[in-house]
């Protein structure tokens, strides 16, 4: 075997970190399968790494800090809307709450987060984070001009409200799937 060029060493070197990075993956993923401290839901943290773990929280250490939880492909902000606010309000503070310099939206509408209430409600008050309350909520869905659709939690009723109705809001983020 002659000598390598230093494309090849370069291109072998790549190889090979790509190899142990996917190791390192694997190995974090079976680890967290058999925990028994694994949560019942994803949670992310402010530097957007993602886990099944909560970390040891360390004061002013970025990166341990919950943010959000993940359910099916949504983000949603472990923190509610301040008060309660018309629909254009929580749109408006929505889209100001930033995540990783994404804006943020309200729930989607055909979110299934009642089958999931009392789990997630359990997850958020371990990780510090605000229960969803009993009650409706906002969506980002638009019925038309005046009015917007909303969502009972509790039970995943959808109605349609006028947009001045003061109801609970909470920020939230579709993830995009990655590509291959």
């Given at each position: 075997m002659g000598k390598l060029s230093n494309f090849e060493k370069a291109r072998l070197w790549v190889e090979k970190i790509k190899q142990e990075h996917l190791e390192t993956e694997v190995l974090t993923i079976l680890q967290e399968s058999v925990n028994p401290n694994k949560l019942d839901f994803e949670v992310i943290y402010d530097d957007g790494s993602r886990s099944f773990l909560l970390r040891p929280q360390?004061?002013?250490?970025?990166?341990?800090?919950?943010?959000?939880?993940?359910?099916?492909?949504?983000?949603?902000?472990?923190?509610?809307?301040?008060m309660r606010a018309d629909w254009d309000q929580a749109q408006k503070y929505c889209q100001w709450y930033k995540f990783l310099d994404a804006e943020m939206h309200q729930l989607p509408l055909n979110t299934t987060l009642h089958t999931l209430f009392y789990r997630l409600n359990l997850l958020l008050e371990h990780v510090g984070g605000e229960r969803f309350s009993l009650g409706?909520?906002?969506?980002?869905?638009?019925?038309?001009?005046?009015?917007?659709?909303?969502i009972n939690l509790r039970t995943g009723e959808m109605k349609v409200f006028e947009k001045s109705k003061i109801l609970r809001f909470r920020p939230a983020l579709r993830l995009t799937p990655l590509k291959c």
């Open positions: 360390y004061l002013n250490q970025r990166g341990n800090v919950v943010i959000g939880v993940i359910v099916n492909d949504v983000v949603l902000s472990v923190r509610e809307g301040l409706w909520y906002w969506t980002e869905k638009e019925a038309d001009k005046n009015r917007a659709w909303a």
